[in-house]
């Protein structure tokens, strides 16, 4: 951060994570991305960046012994703005394929599907389109007190594995944890 600014605040952060399963997943936040077209003129101003989350799913390999071919299929997941998805948001589901031959591994043939999705609200929970997303929480969060079905639902012992991955991303960048608890002169 510039001086004069609380130096412990971080501006971008930039993390990987491998997971026992062997998946890896990743977080890029930049709370101060500047702008593309005239940087000298954008660059004080806050973009309009749409917040998306990317799941890329390890290749599935399906082998037909009878025709000696194999087909692979990569799918990514892409979910817009997920935070503000009473404004707008997408899911798009994308799925690569190869047809290649099994013992050579020689590509035959490839092709792309793309499915793209808008789920505003689940029926099931009793949502109303126009939510934000922390009214969409606030209203889970009363279900389950209330103990009716809350639909998507993350304990505590998630939570705090969440927690303790951010912890750790922090604290390998030789960066300080930030406080469970505010401080007393906060109140």
Same mark, same amino acid.
């Given at each position: 951060?510039?001086?004069?600014?609380?130096?412990?605040?971080?501006? $971008?952060?930039?993390?990987?994570?491998?997971?026992?399963?062997?998946?890896?997943?990743?977080?890029?936040?930049?709370?101060?991305?500047?702008?593309?077209?005239?940087?000298?003129?954008?660059?004080?101003?806050?973009? =309009?960046?749409?917040?998306?989350?990317?799941? %890329?799913?390890?290749?599935?390999?399906?082998?037909?012994?009878?025709?000696?071919?194999?087909? $692979?299929?990569? !799918?990514?997941?892409?979910?817009?703005?997920? /935070?503000?998805?009473? /404004?707008?948001? *997408?899911?798009?589901?994308? #799925?690569?394929?190869?047809?290649?031959?099994?013992? $050579?591994?020689?590509?035959? !043939?490839?092709?792309?599907?793309?499915?793209? /999705?808008?789920?505003?609200?689940?029926?099931?929970?009793?949502?109303?389109?126009?939510? @934000? @997303?922390?009214?969409?929480?606030? #209203?889970?969060?009363?279900?389950?007190?209330?103990? *009716?079905? $809350?639909?998507?639902? =993350?304990?505590?012992?998630?939570?705090?594995?969440?927690?303790?991955?951010?912890?750790?991303?922090?604290? %390998?960048?030789?960066? %300080?944890?930030?406080?469970?608890?505010?401080? !007393? #002169?906060?109140?």
């Amino acid at each position: 951060m510039p001086q004069g600014y609380d130096q412990d605040i971080d501006q $971008a952060f930039t993390a990987t994570w491998r997971f026992p399963n062997g998946g890896i997943g990743m977080i890029h936040a930049d709370s101060f991305y500047e702008g593309k077209y005239l940087p000298w003129l954008t660059r004080y101003i806050p973009p =309009v960046r749409s917040p998306k989350v990317e799941v %890329k799913h390890r290749e599935v390999v399906v082998r037909n012994p009878e025709t000696g071919m194999e087909t $692979a299929t990569k !799918k990514t997941v892409i979910f817009w703005d997920v /935070l503000a998805q009473s /404004l707008w948001h *997408r899911i798009d589901i994308i #799925e690569s394929h190869e047809l290649r031959s099994s013992a $050579a591994g020689e590509v035959k !043939k490839r092709w792309t599907d793309r499915r793209y /999705l808008k789920q505003y609200s689940d029926d099931k929970v009793g949502a109303d389109d126009s939510w @934000t @997303t922390y009214r969409h929480m606030l #209203e889970q969060f009363v279900n389950k007190i209330r103990g *009716r079905s $809350a639909g998507v639902w =993350v304990d505590g012992e998630d939570s705090i594995r969440q927690m303790e991955m951010i912890d750790g991303a922090y604290t %390998k960048a030789g960066m %300080k944890i930030r406080p469970s608890i505010a401080p !007393k #002169e906060l109140y």
